[in-house]
């Protein structure tokens, strides 16, 4: 876990170990200390402090009319946010799990990502949307699914989800002080990864829509994000024994999506291998192979192939170790990108 | 071997459970077991006959209105209209209860309330033409855009309700919502939000007999949907919808309420949709004219016509002085619908986000070089009329 955040650059003197956890509850902190129009809202995001505690201590400090406990109803929660947001508030909204968001998905589809457009941008809706997402926490069923393609595929939100400790942050402020609605993925097995960081270390907070590098390779390129990133890091340094050297570049946005950083990196690599946890047909590989496939066609010496979670339903918890890609299973398909000795 | 023969049993006696009570008395809540009335009521004494008279004008020009915008659906100017013919009092009370600060949260078949709280005609009707979602700034007249999923709009009126009252403004929310309505969960959600945050809503119910083509029986099994209210801790009003002074009344005292800080009320006003669903809807499918003409016999402008000239508020100059005033705004009407919007298909891509993304400028410029070509074949001037 802690060599992709290894990766993302020097620290200061100041950084000492924090968890994602950690990083995502500074982050919403900060943006209600700063801007007293931000709300926070869900079940248990109060007293508790969430089921992750992500959001530990706000209601304390910032009372329970800027943390709500509210109701249990997840449409009822996202709903009323759109009317918050209407009076010039900017919710943040914690869905508990991946799949407890479906009953607020009208909210989100009809409403939230279309409020904009349907106004002709009289009236944009700042909400932040949490969903912590993915497997290989244990959780039972309906406690693991990867959404992202449902959110994708719906013209007006922005599909964030960060990989590191830092990003967290970073990404997480950013989508707050948005004016579009932000779909923010929250991989929930990254939760405890620790890296040395601060809040108060000077942190460049990219825009939301940028990937980024991190690890440059000349062979092939990784191209993942959230849960996947750190099981890309880890199969990057086990290819080194092959001969392969691993490009791997992290999303950390699927919409919108940073074509440029992907189709530069594959160009000069000439081999792409897509990888998330997400089942595959129907998923964010195929987009991201088609949209690689129109762009690199000339450069590219193998199809672009996915590694992605089974076509199937996500498998119990004593299962689930044989539906997460893992490390092997991104070697594999690395192996199979040798195209022309194969066909 | 039983239970009772097990040594010791005899003497297990269990603990008391702790004390219980229910968190609210449901009494008050309760909504009368018939609908509110004025008209033909001694309470029609107590009445300002100001606001009858102006009732009466609003429902004769809303009547008009529907009329109106029905026979542009006819002439091809309006893709649909959802009549709501027959529901004129709650149309014109929603509005008129209202101050300037408040918000409506109107559904599709609201375009009449929108209009008698103040928005231009031809914007209110943008959706059902085709030519944009909403036609008006939300916020510039506290009018949320009319919306056609069912009850979606309800917990919107709970959370700007809420945000207000957050925010210190003196702000009350009505939503309005049909009887086919209230089986959504959006319904169930925003009612037991608003209930439990003693959110600054009314929320109104116009029971109009028929979700399309379903009848209310079918619909639910409560006593009535007033009664719903008390499941969530809130009162629930049963008002004749017919009865303008009534629907005026009972909203007034609800958003009255709203605004003390004493939280939501649920008003049922029992009404009829004179037309079918809308003009693409065959009501003779699903009810027989018997039942179209007992409503006839009550409709809104009917009886408060007879209350007013019964009582010498109006004559037969009145009458034709409402009429005229109907006839100038749906004349007015049909000669703006009349001409063709102007449309800017690049506007396609430029509200789907603050910034276009590089995916969307990419297709808008896409769509500019089909612009170009369609241009450069048809000339000018063609191209223009073809938009």
């Given amino acids: 876990m802690t060599t992709a955040a290894a990766a993302t650059g020097e620290r200061t003197a100041r950084t000492k170990p924090a968890t994602m956890a950690q990083a995502l509850g500074r ?5 209600m200390a700063q801007d007293p129009t931000v709300h926070v809202l869900g079940e248990d995001v109060g007293a508790l402090g969430g089921v992750f505690r992500i959001t530990d201590g706000l209601a304390k400090e910032f009372g329970e009319d800027r943390c709500t406990d509210t109701p249990l109803a997840e449409a009822g929660i996202l709903g009323t946010a759109v009317g918050m947001a209407m009076y010039g508030l900017r919710p943040v909204v914690e869905m508990q799990f991946d799949a407890f968001a479906y009953p607020a998905f009208e909210q989100l589809i009809s409403h939230v990502a279309k409020m904009r457009n349907r106004t002709a941008g009289a009236m944009p809706l700042p909400i932040t949307v949490r969903v912590p997402y993915g497997g290989g926490i244990g959780g039972v069923e309906h406690h693991s699914d990867s959404s992202e393609a449902y959110y994708m595929a719906t013209p007006g939100l922005h599909v964030v989800t960060p990989a590191t400790v830092e990003d967290a942050y970073g990404l997480l402020r950013a989508s707050i002080a948005s004016d579009d609605p932000v779909v923010f993925m929250e991989p929930k097995r990254l939760y405890w990864s620790k890296a040395d960081w601060s809040p108060e270390a000077p942190v460049a907070v990219e ?18 994000y959230g849960p996947s990133l750190p099981v890309c890091m880890e199969a990057a340094e086990a290819a080194v024994e092959e001969g392969w050297d691993l490009e791997v570049v992290d999303l950390r946005s699927l919409v919108p999506f940073d074509d440029e950083t992907v189709a530069t990196s594959v160009r000069r690599t000439g081999r792409a291998v897509v990888v998330h946890e997400s089942s595959g047909f129907g998923g964010p590989g195929g987009e991201i192979a088609a949209r690689i496939t129109e762009r690199c066609f000339h450069h590219l010496e193998a199809p672009v192939l996915r590694v992605a979670g089974f076509d199937i339903p996500y498998p119990p918890p004593m299962q689930e170790k044989h539906h997460l890609p893992g490390v092997d299973r991104v070697l594999d398909a690395v192996a199979r990108l040798q195209w022309e000795a194969e066909s | 071997m039983t239970v009772q023969e097990l040594p010791g049993a005899a003497a297990y006696r269990p603990a008391p459970p702790p004390a219980w009570k229910p968190l609210t008395d449901p009494a008050p809540l309760l909504p009368d077991p018939e609908p509110y009335r004025v008209l033909g009521t001694d309470a029609v004494a107590d009445a300002d006959p100001e606001l009858l ?12 209105y529907n009329a109106q915008a029905t026979a542009l659906t006819k002439q091809g100017r309006l893709a649909v209209y959802p009549s709501s013919t027959g529901q004129e009092a709650c149309e014109i009370a929603a509005a008129l209860v209202l101050e300037e600060r408040d918000w409506l949260f109107p559904s599709y078949r609201d375009t009449l309330a929108a209009v008698a709280r103040g928005l231009d005609p031809v914007e209110a009707l943008t959706l059902l033409r085709g030519d944009r979602h909403t036609g008006y700034d939300p916020r510039a007249h506290r009018i949320a855009p009319l919306c056609t999923p069912l009850a979606t709009q309800l917990p919107h009126a709970v959370g700007l309700a809420h945000a207000a009252r957050l925010k210190g403004d003196d702000v009350v929310a009505l939503a309005m919502v049909g009887d086919g309505g209230t089986s959504e969960g959006d319904f169930h959600e925003a009612l037991n939000f608003a209930a439990v945050w003693r959110a600054p809503v009314v929320f109104l119910v116009q029971n109009n007999g028929f979700a399309i083509s379903v009848p209310l029986a079918k619909q639910t099994a409560a006593p009535s949907l007033a009664h719903k209210a008390v499941g969530y801790g809130m009162p629930g009003r049963l008002v004749d919808g017919n009865d303008a002074p009534a629907v005026h009344q009972v909203l007034g005292e609800a958003v009255a309420r709203a605004r003390r800080g004493e939280g939501p009320t649920l008003v049922e006003a029992v009404t009829y949709r004179m037309d079918a669903h809308t003009n693409a809807d065959d009501a003779t499918r699903y009810r027989v004219e018997s039942e179209v003409e007992a409503w006839r016999e009550h409709d809104p402008i009917r009886i408060l016509e007879r209350e007013l000239t019964g009582r010498g508020l109006l004559g037969d100059e009145g009458i034709e002085e409402a009429r005229e005033a109907a006839d100038r705004m749906a004349a007015a009407l049909r000669e703006r619908m009349n001409a063709d919007p102007v449309l800017n298909p690049m506007d396609l891509f430029a509200h789907v986000y603050e910034e276009q993304t590089a995916q969307l400028r990419e297709q808008a410029a896409r769509l500019r070089v089909e612009l170009d070509a369609e241009q450069d074949q048809h000339g000018d001037e063609d191209v223009e009329e073809r938009r």
């Fill in chain 1, 27 to 31: 982050a919403l902190r900060d943006s």
């Fill in chain 2, 53 to 64: 008279l102006r009732l009466y004008a609003e429902l004769v020009r809303g009547r008009r």
């Fill in chain 1, 207 to 224: 825009p939301i829509g940028r990937a980024v590098v991190r690890r440059t390779g000349r062979s092939a390129t990784l191209i993942t």
